[in-house]
């Protein structure tokens, strides 16, 4: 089982960047996807995008123009690259591994430590 490891979290201010890091601990295989959650106080939980089976990324509309997904070549490392951050984007953010299968990234059961982001106005 995949284990991952998040990272890169920080305070920012409102319309400043970070990039998150999430470190798979093996190779990801090309049925394997990768979601991005983030969770902020008194709130459930909320998926943002992914990294599908093929590489491709899917965003959800509260981080579309802002927020990227990426990976390196070995396919281990995964980058979200947050831009015109905004206090409603405060949160612990998590990356989880799922299986593509028809379309959807299914049964997330390897999920990294989260690491914390807060936007300040």
């Known amino acids: 089982q995949v284990q991952l490891t998040e990272s890169g979290g920080g305070s920012v201010q409102a319309g400043g960047s970070l990039i998150l890091s999430c470190v798979a601990s093996?190779?990801?295989?090309?049925?394997?996807?990768i979601g991005w959650f983030r969770q902020a106080p008194g709130k459930e939980r909320e998926a943002i995008g992914l990294?599908?089976?093929?590489?491709?990324?899917h965003y959800a509309d509260s981080v579309k123009g802002r927020f990227t997904f990426s990976q390196d070549k070995n396919k281990r490392t995964l980058f979200l690259q947050m831009n015109s951050l905004n206090p409603e984007d405060t949160g612990m953010y998590y990356c989880?591994?799922?299986?593509?299968?028809?379309?959807?990234?299914?049964?997330?059961?390897?999920w990294g430590q989260g690491t914390q982001v807060t936007v300040s106005s």
């Open positions: 990294i599908d089976g093929y590489g491709r990324p």
């Open positions: 989880a591994a799922g299986l593509w299968s028809s379309g959807l990234c299914k049964h997330y059961d390897s």
């Open positions: 093996i190779y990801t295989a090309n049925r394997v996807c």
